[in-house]
């Protein structure tokens, strides 16, 4: 069992940047492929940044690739979720994920991951 706590959420103003943390519990942090995932008002929940076990192989959607960073930290158990250049439509409900594997296809510009374990979520909005 994973257990993951989000923060780092809140209010920004349009072209400003935010970091979001995953803190993951367990001993399992470094065998599990961990991302992000976000949920805006009336939309299903997308998936945004996904990182392996080893850090190998890190992916994005296209929307916001070049602009969102994903990291981890294996001495903290955490990942993280660098946003640059926000703008009104990053305003969502973010999850941190994490599962065992990270096997997933890109598909109109996102890939179709599955995770496993899911966190609270952490609100994130952006102002024009």
């Known amino acids: 069992q994973v257990q993951l706590v989000e923060s780092g959420g809140g209010l920004q103003q349009a072209g400003g940047s935010l970091r979001l943390s995953c803190a993951a519990s367990?001993?399992?942090?470094?065998?599990?492929?961990m991302g992000w995932f976000r949920q805006a008002p009336g939309k299903e929940r997308e998936f945004v940044a996904g990182?392996?076990?080893?850090?190998?192989?890190?992916y994005y959607a296209d929307s916001v690739k070049g602009r969102f960073t994903i990291s981890r930290e294996y001495a903290k158990n955490t990942v993280y979720l660098q946003m640059n250049g926000l703008n009104p439509a990053a305003t969502a409900v973010y999850y941190c994920?994490?599962?065992?594997?990270?096997?997933?296809?890109?598909?109109?510009?996102?890939?179709?991951?599955?995770?496993?374990?899911w966190g609270q979520g952490t609100q994130v909005t952006v102002s024009s």
């Open positions: 994920a994490a599962d065992p594997q990270l096997s997933a296809k890109y598909h109109s510009g996102s890939y179709d991951w599955r995770p496993d374990y």
């Open positions: 367990g001993r399992t942090f470094s065998t599990y492929a």
């Open positions: 990182i392996t076990w080893s850090g190998g192989r890190i």
